[in-house]
């Protein structure tokens, strides 16, 4: 299964990859958290993105394809995946699907999750994450058990710098200025799959199943994330 998620920050594409990963076996690519680990690792990269993520702003087309080419042309490329992220132009859609050509690989899919905007500032400004492993949670709909700590590896959970309001407007305009033209690629293909993502996540996630043609009775088995 080579899966791409598409959906404006906020949409729940993360609680979905990750749910894909694991039904599926997936490596999840998700070209955000790959920044934020550069960044986190004072790495150049991480330090040419810094600025831009804090902004809300779109880090350059090439950076970003070179980061997932350099991805996929190692040994232990990933083979079945979901996209988290990337491709999030038209631009980087044409250079990911000759990135795929050359590796002989093809999509499967692509998840189109849909949510009006107001939904979107509802949600982030709820979110907090964790600094150290990357774990998201929402204050009402996904408390951690102990409340402002990480559940996975007990760090204090944060507001990222871009998932403050007036960065999320931005980075709301950023996604449908880049959008149509990206789907309407994919459509073309017909790739396309649009899921309600104003539902509950196991709802979302049933529909995503459906319209893949998998049942969702199987059970979930080992998964595996990539960083940069
Ligand atoms: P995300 O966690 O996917 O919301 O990404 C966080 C930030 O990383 C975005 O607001 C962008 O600044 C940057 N970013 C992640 N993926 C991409 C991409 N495919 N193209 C450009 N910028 C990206």
């Given amino acids: 299964m080579r899966l791409v998620l ?3 920050p906020g949409s729940g594409k993360g609680t979905q990859a990750e749910r894909l990963v694991h039904r599926f076996d997936l490596t999840q690519v998700g070209t955000g ?14 330090k040419a993105v810094e600025p831009l993520i804090k902004q809300g702003l779109l880090v350059a087309d090439p950076i ?5 080419a350099e991805l996929f042309r190692r040994p232990d490329r990933p083979d079945r995946f979901v996209m988290d992220g990337y491709p999030r132009t038209y631009s980087q859609a044409i250079a ?15 998840i189109n999750l849909t949510i009006p905007d107001d939904e979107v500032v509802t949600r982030i400004s709820g979110r907090r994450c964790c600094p150290a492993c990357g774990t998201c949670f929402h ?9 402002g700590q990480c559940d996975k ?4 959970l944060v507001l990222r710098d871009d ?5 999320i407007r931005r980075r709301l305009g950023e996604f449908h200025k880049n959008t149509d033209a990206l789907l309407d690629h994919y459509r073309r293909q017909h790739l396309v799959r649009d899921i309600d993502a104003t539902d509950p996540p196991d709802t979302i996630f049933a529909n995503i199943l459906k319209a893949l043609g998998c049942p969702d009775t ?10 940069a």
């Fill in 6 to 8: 598409v959906g404006p």
């Fill in 33 to 46: 958290a790959m920044f934020r680990d550069a960044i986190a690792r004072r790495t150049e990269l991480g």
């Fill in 64 to 68: 970003v394809d070179e980061m997932v």
């Fill in 96 to 110: 990911f699907d000759a990135l795929l050509r050359l590796e002989y690989l093809s999509l499967n899919a692509v």
């Fill in 139 to 147: 204050v009402v709909a996904r408390p951690p058990k102990v409340p």
């Fill in 153 to 156: 590896c007990g760090a204090a």
């Fill in 163 to 167: 998932d403050r309001e007036e960065t």
């Fill in 218 to 227: 199987e059970p979930a088995i080992g998964s595996q994330r990539v960083s």
